[in-house]
């Protein structure tokens, strides 16, 4: 509900009431917002898992659950996190609100096939809602055959049909957003005024496109190998159970930059934004998420090192892995270079940044020890892979997410969040995350292995810190979600530019007006040009 | 000014489409989108194709006995009707381009016809291989190989490649008929066909993907046994 | 509750080779990350807004810059690809004098066979100082052969053979964990590696094997399921001899060779059509559903002592030039 403060001028959040201009909008603005609450409650689901696994793992032999619960479980935090989440997250939210405003559009190139788009992950993710309710699914999320295909009891084949589902609303939103770059930049906007964040989500939308339709297919081949029991992954009937990993890893490999590129650009825009300097290296940064987006789909082979695949693949995979990583390097430096001489706010986004580039670093180097054969022998189906996609999803993107929220929230709602209540919640949720996924580093070299429901007494101090920083983590969490909420009805009135910004997006009210601008804006200078947002100003540097 | 004389004639296409400045931004991003469509299409045939080709390198002679057990005629003949189908969608598109109402109608007829008669042929032939026992299940078998299991992969593969190739055949034929109610009601024009135009593009894909099943379900190893 | 340790034994010679590379890659990373948190948070301090109408001066970019921090760091990790591609070649060449074990693992325990006959269940007994070498399949779904103190880890691959090795070099009794996710008791299929010194193993293994060596119980099993009806030691049958296949080149009916490791017999025994030799017919059924894998790993145990061909000189080719019988 809007206070009568905002209700005299109309925006897209007034304009129409009741639940059909919801379910049947049009508007970026909405099905952003719609995005926004079904993957908060996915979020509190895959987080619900968390903690009970979480809280199982604090003694060695269990005894919350049965080892099979616990195996359903760990499968479906992963399924729910990843595919229900994750990948939608900066997206569907973030990316569908501003992405149009941010190139001066009044919306994106197909509106009807966005709420499409919205319908498929709610359906895919009823059907995977389902498929938990029933009884759960235990292969994991990574559904390696034949244990999905003929072993397993469980729910694959409903929570497979959901994720299929959901991959074509990823696939959409994708094609929109390619399209809408392409064709609908305001005059003057040519690629490289564009703000960095564009380029994170075109480059994400590369990827969406290319690589979902081999998940999908590959979840076809097990739909069909476990209803006609048909063969193809399974030895016993001449199938390569070996080939499944390679199709399923092609996509779910540079799925991983879908779920950390567009965290990249909300970063850029922060880092510019709060230090009220361009981001240094602008040319290298945006030609960096390209890059990252192609090189991804040539490593999809270090998932298999110890697999059986040759030797001289793995060799292959990994010398790629290593290039992969370079242009993510570029961007810590060039993010850190933009400190430099700026003028550095405080601000709870900003906070998320320095979080991001920190725990991001720590996730990417740790990447680099994955990559080598040598370590990863050792390493790899332990929980030292586990803390490091954690350290670049949670510690990563994650906190980008909170960090963009934070950002955009006064543009979405009109409303400031409290910043005393945001600035604890960043600091909590990042002493929390550290003190949950460090030790799994630990836990890790020693040997400690993945979707374990009982281990060694000796892993379980390791396994008790870990839980304790579950818990403050946990805390981090529900902090923002209150304030969140309180600050629609309570939260200061926000003008239509709180941070000095020069996006667009910052041009137009808060909240925006449905067409989001009152004329085509006309692009006259380049991105993050803070001169022309400033009054009076003291030179500094 | 030829922008002001779009916008009259199609108010009411802009209308419906407020995203967009001009009829030609509207059109160029049907037109990208389709492509881009296109793309995703082969992404996900393409994973199908790996997996066939990584199995005919493991089981070559297994393969080429499979492969001799198809009914090449009737593949021949599907891959005529498909190809003339993509000819007459041509030639709607040309007649959209022209604006040649009565044109567009014929061709669209024609070329559904021919789909039509591609799904009725692969259905034919569906029964054949049931007849024959070639249907992955408890009663599959192939003559003429040891293992089973491999011959059952081919034609596992086969249905599933072709099923789903038949699938956005009979999605392109209700595109088809979609079009040829809204070019009955008059809703295109020489300045506006794109609907007709992404259709043909979409078209023309399903056929291509045809062009190269035909050849690796029916052809390779035809006579190697 | 009570220890923590946080690094693991050294048990193996891998084992400092790889946690050498892992001190280079801590030292890397630890560089990268002071260096990051350091300059985040000087400049955090130096550079913050003391009134909002500060505008830094614009610092567009350098290339020089740039390409240093780029060509460095990427320098950097080829060391790292280099060093751990290198310990990864070795891990995959075992050395010729390999003690042979073979395992089996099956939902949700490992079961391991030596030469000599003996059986174990979820415990391999192994002397120190040797090279051992792990020839590995599944029954049933994927699982990972996992010991932390040898640094090694190869998956369990229904269908297939893989193979991994290590050599012991401190006695005592380490960790097996399965690491590849599969089924309900995936944490409960572990167990123990035991080195033992040589000669508490000897006493170990004369312990003795009811059963004989594994090559007898081939060589029992050859016998009742009629192979030697057909593959006759002096190639007079009507399928090629077996007598010193075992590591040699073998030309097929398709013109390609391949070596007879024991992928290759086991393949023949399951899917004999899938390789014809060059000048024999497809005569050999399937043995699929009639021999469990543990059988199969005793045949070919049985197989590889026949030893070499008489008067044979060491890698030549199986001779193809047997009469074309129907």
């Known amino acids: 509900m809007i206070t009568t403060a905002v209700a005299e001028r109309e925006h897209y959040l ?370 030292f892979v586990i803390a490091h996609f954690h350290y670049i999803m949670v510690g990563g993107a994650i906190m980008a997410y909170m960090g963009g929220l934070h950002y955009w929230w006064p543009k979405m709602t009109g409303r400031m969040y409290p910043e005393g209540w945001a600035r604890l919640s960043a600091l909590v949720i990042f002493l929390g995350f550290n003190l949950t996924f460090f030790p799994q580093f630990i836990l890790g070299y020693l040997g400690m292995p993945r979707r374990y429901h009982v281990y060694p007494d000796e892993f379980q101090v390791l396994h008790v810190l870990s839980t304790a920083g579950a818990s403050v983590l946990a805390v981090g969490y529900l902090m923002p979600m209150i304030y969140f909420i309180w600050s629609l009805r309570y939260g200061a009135v926000a003008p239509a530019n709180p941070w000095g910004a020069t996006g667009l997006e910052w041009k137009t009210a808060s909240p925006p007006p449905v067409e989001n601008f009152e004329e085509t804006p006309v692009v006259t200078h380049e991105a993050y040009d803070y001169s022309t947002v400033m009054g009076e100003v003291i030179e500094v540097g | 000014m030829k922008l002001a004389s779009q916008a009259h004639v199609h108010a009411e296409t802009l209308a419906r489409r407020e995203q967009f400045d001009t009829a030609e931004q509207q059109r160029d991003a049907s037109t990208l989108g389709m492509w881009v469509f296109l793309i995703t299409e082969i992404m996900f045939f393409g994973g199908m194709f790996l997996a066939y080709s990584v199995y005919r390198t493991f089981y070559p002679q297994v393969f080429a006995v499979a492969s001799s057990s198809m009914n090449a005629v009737i593949g021949a003949t599907n891959t005529g009707v498909l190809l003339c189908s993509s000819f007459t969608m041509v030639m709607a598109v040309r007649a959209a381009q022209l604006g040649q109402r009565k044109a567009i109608i014929t061709f669209l007829i024609l070329t559904l016809l021919l789909g039509l008669a591609f799904l009725g042929l692969k259905g034919y032939e569906w029964t054949l291989k049931f007849e024959e026992h070639h249907v992955p299940g408890p009663s599959f078998h192939l003559d003429g190989v040891d293992m089973q299991g491999p011959a059952q992969i081919f034609f596992s593969l086969y249905f599933a490649m072709t099923g789903l190739h038949a699938l956005h055949m009979v999605v392109g034929v209700g595109i088809l008929t979609w079009l040829l109610i809204a070019t009955y009601k008059g809703k295109f024009t020489a300045e506006y066909m794109t609907p007709v135009d992404i259709a043909g593009l979409y078209w023309h894909f399903v056929d291509i993907i045809w062009i190269f099943l035909f050849p690796l379900l029916y052809l390779i190893d035809r006579h190697l046994k | 509750m009570g220890s923590l340790p946080l690094f693991p034994e050294q048990a193996s010679t891998f084992a400092p080779e790889v946690d050498h590379l892992l001190y280079y890659l801590l030292a890397v990373a630890v560089f990268f990350t002071v260096a990051i948190f350091g300059a985040i948070f000087y400049f955090a301090i130096r550079y913050r807004r003391r009134s909002d109408r500060e505008l830094p001066l614009v610092i567009h970019g350098g290339l020089t810059l740039e390409i240093l921090w780029s060509v460095i760091p990427f320098g950097l990790t080829m060391v790292m690809f280099t060093w751990g591609a290198s310990i990864f070649f070795n891990e995959s060449r075992p050395p010729a004098d390999a003690l042979q074990i073979y395992v089996v693992g099956k939902q949700w325990m490992w079961k391991l066979q030596h030469l000599e006959g003996q059986r174990e269940i979820n415990e391999l007994h192994i002397p120190l100082g040797r090279a051992v070498r792990l020839t590995m399949t599944s029954e049933d779904v994927i699982h990972s052969f996992f010991v932390p103190a040898f640094r090694t880890k190869e998956d369990v691959v229904p269908g297939r053979y893989s193979t991994t090795w290590f050599q012991p070099t401190k006695p005592g009794k380490y960790h097996l964990f399965c690491a590849e996710y599969c089924g309900t008791r995936h944490s409960g299929m572990i167990g123990w590696v035991y080195v033992m010194e040589p000669r508490d193993y000897e006493n170990w293994l004369n312990g003795g094997a009811p059963s004989g060596s594994l090559a007898d119980q081939g060589a029992k099993l050859f016998e009742s399921l009629a192979c030697s009806n057909c593959h006759k030691p002096d190639g007079s049958g009507r399928c090629p001899t077996l007598v010193g296949l075992y590591g040699k080149n073998v030309q097929l009916a398709s013109g390609a060779t391949v070596k007879a490791d024991e992928g290759y017999i086991r393949e023949s025994i399951l899917q004999p059509t899938a390789k014809i030799v060059a000048g024999y017919q497809p005569l050999m059924p399937t043995f699929q559903g009639l021999v469990t894998e543990e059988g199969v790993l005793q045949l070919v145990e049985y197989i590889k002592s026949l030893g070499p061909q008489p008067g044979a000189p060491a890698g030549a080719s199986v001779p193809v030039a047997a009469p074309n019988k129907r």
């Open chain 1, 14 to 383: 007034n304009a129409s009431y009741g639940i059909k201009s919801w379910l049947l909008t049009k508007d970026h603005k909405r099905i952003a917002l719609l995005y926004l609450a079904t993957i908060t409650l996915f979020f509190f689901l895959g987080g619900a898992f968390a903690t009970l696994i979480r809280i199982e793992l604090l003694t060695p032999q269990g005894g919350l659950v049965s080892s099979e619960t616990y195996n359903k479980l760990f499968t479906m935090h992963g399924v729910t996190m990843i595919f229900f989440f994750l990948i939608p997250s900066i997206p569907a939210t973030l990316g569908n609100f501003f992405l149009p405003m941010m190139i001066g559009a009044r919306d994106l190139a197909f509106p009807r096939i966005n709420l499409l788009s919205w319908y498929l992950l709610v359906v895919g993710g009823l059907l995977a809602l389902f498929a938990m309710l029933a009884g759960g699914v235990d292969t994991g999320w990574t559904f390696y055959t034949p244990y999905s295909t003929t072993y397993s009891n469980s729910w694959v084949i409903a929570t497979a049909l959901g994720i299929f589902v959901a991959g074509f609303s990823s696939i959409l939103t994708g094609l929109n957003f390619i399209v809408t770059v392409h064709r609908m930049r305001a005059p003057g906007m040519t690629w490289f005024r564009m703000p960095l964040f564009i380029w994170s989500m075109y480059a994400t939308s590369l990827i969406q496109v290319l690589g979902t339709p081999v998940l999908a297919v590959t979840l076809v081949l097990v739909f069909c190998e476990r209803v006609f029991h048909i063969g193809i992954f399974d030895p016993a009937l001449g199938g390569d159970p070996v080939l499944f990993q390679h199709l399923f890893w092609f996509y779910s490999h540079p799925a991983v930059y879908i779920m950390i590129l567009p965290a990249m650009g909300v970063i850029s825009e922060i880092i510019s934004v709060f230090s009220r300097k361009p981001v240094f290296g602008y040319a290298f940064v945006a030609f960096s998420s390209v890059a990252i987006a192609v090189v991804g789909f040539l490593v999809w082979g270090h998932h298999l090192f110890v697999s059986t695949q040759s030797v001289y693949a793995g060799m292959v995979f990994s010398f790629l892995s290593y290039f992969v990583a370079i242009p993510s390097a570029i961007k810590v430096f060039n993010w850190t270079a933009t400190l430099y001489k700026g003028s550095i706010s405080y601000a709870t986004p900003m906070l998320y940044a320095f979080g991001f580039i920190g725990l991001f670093t720590i996730g990417g180097l740790t990447g680099l020890f994955v990559a080598s054969l040598g370590i990863d022998v050792h390493v790899t189906d332990t929980y």
